[in-house]
């Protein structure tokens, strides 16, 4: 398995509070992703990076915000959480020559 | 924008028997990439098709790329419990290998004895 881990795997959190989802991969591969997964739409991207410091918008970037000072965490932060943030979010990896791959997700529950 | 749209959405079948799932995508691209996921878990990915007419295959699976007709097939033979799943196409979204993926909304399917 592609050495990538999420902290938190599971989060409660309530309306208007900040959270932060982190993604820390061992490949050193330019590229991270994070998408989210929500029933009856698949994945959708949120943001991407494609090196230090350099990220751009996906589909669904209203709300979040991400940063990436280093090669190996990518954080995607919800400046005030709202209850259709409620998802699955996956953050993923890719040297651009292969495939992207998953890490395990975070399961985030906004009340 | 780009659309990518799998059908059918959900599939039963009967341990095996032959089927076929479609994934059609509207913009031009030259990489497809099909994925699986179990319930509660994290997509593992299956194939990546990298060009017009490719074809490549792993154990019942086989997966087919037409960049003309912008589709792609994922082929099951003689189906086996163990490929109950739900299966993903997913698409570059700019075409250059390093963007983030547009996805289809999943094939969920169901295979019994």
């Known amino acids: 398995d592609a050495g990538i881990t999420q902290s938190p795997r599971h989060k409660v959190t309530e309306t208007g509070t900040p959270v932060t989802l982190r993604c820390h991969q061992t490949?050193?591969?330019?590229?991270m992703y994070w998408y989210r997964q929500d029933p009856g739409h698949g994945l959708r991207l949120i943001h991407y990076?494609?090196?230090?410091?350099?990220?751009d918008k996906g589909e669904v970037s209203d709300g979040y915000s991400v940063s990436r000072s280093k090669t190996e965490d990518f954080l995607l932060t919800l400046e005030s959480a709202t209850s259709s943030q409620t998802s699955v979010y996956f953050c993923?990896?890719?040297?651009?020559?292969?495939?992207?791959?998953f890490g395990p997700g975070t399961r985030l529950l906004v009340l | 924008e780009l659309k990518v749209e799998q059908n059918p959405l959900f599939l039963s079948m009967q341990e095996g028997k032959n089927y076929t799932i479609y994934c059609n995508y509207s913009?031009?691209?030259?990489?497809l990439y099909w994925y699986r996921q179990d319930p509660g878990k994290s997509l593992e990915s299956l194939f990546v098709?990298?060009?017009?007419?490719a074809v490549k295959q792993e154990g019942r699976l086989m997966a087919s790329l037409d960049t003309k007709a912008r589709l792609s097939t994922l082929h099951i033979t003689a189906a086996v419990h163990d490929l109950s799943a739900t299966y993903f196409c997913?698409?570059?979204?700019?075409?250059?290998?390093?963007?983030?993926?547009?996805f289809g909304k999943g094939t969920h399917l169901i295979i019994q004895p």
């Open positions: 913009t031009t691209s030259d990489r």
């Open positions: 997913a698409v570059d979204t700019k075409g250059g290998g390093a963007d983030g993926l547009t």
């Open positions: 098709l990298l060009s017009n007419g």
């Open positions: 490949e050193n591969h330019r590229y």
């Open positions: 990076s494609y090196g230090v410091k350099d990220t």
């Open positions: 993923a990896i890719s040297s651009a020559v292969e495939t992207q791959y």
